[in-house]
């Protein structure tokens, strides 16, 4: 004869688990769902040229379009109604010369760009691309020696007087983008010494030398005439470095770190975020992203809303806060109407 102990109980299954009991209906799975998307959680790139009346489609990038300065009241009241908070401007200078002087010009097209999104709502989070590559004749993100090579330390004065320019214009953020060493303390006492100490710096810390970019070359026109980017971008193959590089930034006094490419380095965007957990941290929804995306859509060989959604939702879900994303106005409409 077996005596009952009461401890039994507690030592037998209570039957098998099932999971699937909180993914029976809708609003179970809402009550226990980890990770949210929201249109606060996008940033929303443009690539602004000079000019008047000028709306640019983009092959490579359908839906996406190079505006110029007159068209961005417009773009920022959309953003508004759509829940978008914060933009990234990208520029295309009127001329390009050796030095990249249109990076930094009072009147340059992101200067006047941040003016102009500042005037039509002030309450926008305008967020400007710092780097010499759109600027330069060839195509290169800093000065070159007589080798063709990209100098660090001389270039570093030429990113302090750009992130100068656009602190003085009026934006929010700078985010350096170059993979330039000392590029995120340059700029961070560059600031302050102009008095510009609420200028935040969002630091492209771990930017990889991806073919994912293709696109948008031809968007922002930013293709290096010879050679690549392959000395100061990282090497894809390599996760700890990234740790190291966003190590540095962060001592050098980033507010914010950006993983960039998003989707073939989610494991990335997972270790900066658990490595850095006290600094928001983006992830930068690239080109080629989008473009794939984009192009299997129009085929028909995806449902396009539910893949973005899904896309942004992953790249949350690795440990991003923010998404620069090119989805975001479709995104965030799609979001309003519900999923
Ligand atoms: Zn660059």
């Excluded at 909180?22 to 179970?28: G, Q, V």
């Excluded at 896309?311 to 989805?327: E, K, M, N, Q, S």
Aim: charged share 25%.
């Amino acid at each position: 004869m077996t005596s009952f102990h009461p401890l039994d109980a507690l030592r037998t299954a209570p039957g098998p688990k099932r999971p699937r009991r909180l993914r029976r209906t809708a609003a179970l799975r809402d009550l226990v769902r980890e990770t949210t998307l929201e249109p606060s959680d996008f940033v929303h790139p443009i690539v602004v040229v000079p000019g008047d009346g000028i709306r640019n489609a983009i092959s490579s990038m359908p839906g996406v379009e190079q505006l110029s300065v007159d068209r961005l009241p417009g773009e920022a009241r959309e953003l508004a109604a759509l829940g978008v908070k914060a933009v990234l401007l990208f520029g295309i200078p009127s001329a390009k010369d050796p030095h990249g002087s249109e990076s930094f010009a009072e009147d340059g097209v992101v200067q006047q760009a941040v003016r102009a999104l500042k005037d039509a709502g002030p309450e926008l989070v305008v967020a400007t691309d710092v780097c010499m590559c759109e600027y330069t004749d060839h195509g290169h993100c800093g000065l070159l020696d007589s080798e063709g090579e990209v100098l660090n330390d001389e270039t570093l004065e030429v990113l302090a007087r750009i992130a100068i320019s656009h602190g003085e214009a009026g934006a929010d953020v700078v985010a350096p983008s170059g993979m330039i060493d000392g590029m995120v303390g340059a700029i961070r006492s560059a600031l302050d010494g102009e008095g510009l100490h609420g200028v935040a710096i969002l630091s492209y810390a771990v930017k990889y030398a991806s073919a994912f970019y293709g696109p948008f070359r031809d968007a922002a026109d930013g293709a290096p005439a010879f050679g690549d980017r392959r000395s100061h971008q990282m090497d894809p193959a390599n996760a700890r470095e990234a740790l190291r590089e966003a190590a540095l930034d962060v001592d050098e006094g980033a507010d914010a770190l950006m993983v960039k490419p998003a989707l073939g380095y989610l494991d990335v965007v997972r270790s900066v975020r658990e490595r850095f957990p006290e600094l928001p941290l983006a992830a930068y929804n690239v080109s080629g992203e989008y473009a794939m995306v984009k192009a299997a859509a129009a085929n028909g060989w995806l449902d396009e809303r539910a893949v973005v959604l899904e896309v942004l939702t992953g790249i949350r879900r690795a440990g991003a806060d923010l998404v620069v994303t090119y989805h975001a106005k479709a995104a965030a409409t799609w979001l309003q109407t519900g999923r």
